[in-house]
């Protein structure tokens, strides 16, 4: 298969007006599209951007109809959520090698790893954290670079 993993941060840029990186993220999707390359993301992917969305509705930065607008457009985003068998045990691992809090983005870089492929996130704070050690974890500004 030919993929990428996109984590939730480089997709709600997609989605939610006023984002930063949001030309870079458009860009690297539409590149994927035209050169067919699968989108994915591990389970945890559609709770995590549906999260987002609320939290923001919770927060009153985005009003009830734009969420409704950015679930409708999250919707037809063709991502294919996809796990393995060694997921959450890698993810474990690479969580606990880089000291991180949480396994959330450890998850897209363990399927990355496993699938072959790279990983593409908005997250600074977890590329810095990761990147030396993990070549195929790569930063959305860097996209067209």
Sequence with gaps: M???C???SVVLKLVLKGESYR?????LVRDCLIGNITLIAPPLFECETD???QKRVWEGRVSLDNATMAYAALDKIPICVMT???????????AAQFHL?????????????LVGCE?????????DAVASAL???KYLPDYGE
């Excluded at 030309?23 to 860009?27: D, H």
């Excluded at 393995?84 to 690479?94: G, M, P, S, T, V």
């Design 84 to 94: 393995h068998a060694n997921l959450r045990q890698r993810a474990r691992e690479i």
């Design 6 to 8: 996109v984590d939730a």
């Design 119 to 127: 990983y593409w996130t908005a997250d600074k704070v977890f590329y």
């Design 51 to 53: 999260s987002v969305i």
């Design 23 to 27: 030309i870079r993220a458009r860009q």
């Design 2 to 4: 030919n993929a990428l």
């Design 135 to 137: 070549p195929f974890v």
């Design 101 to 113: 809090r949480t396994v959330y983005d450890a998850t897209y870089a363990a399927l990355a790893e």
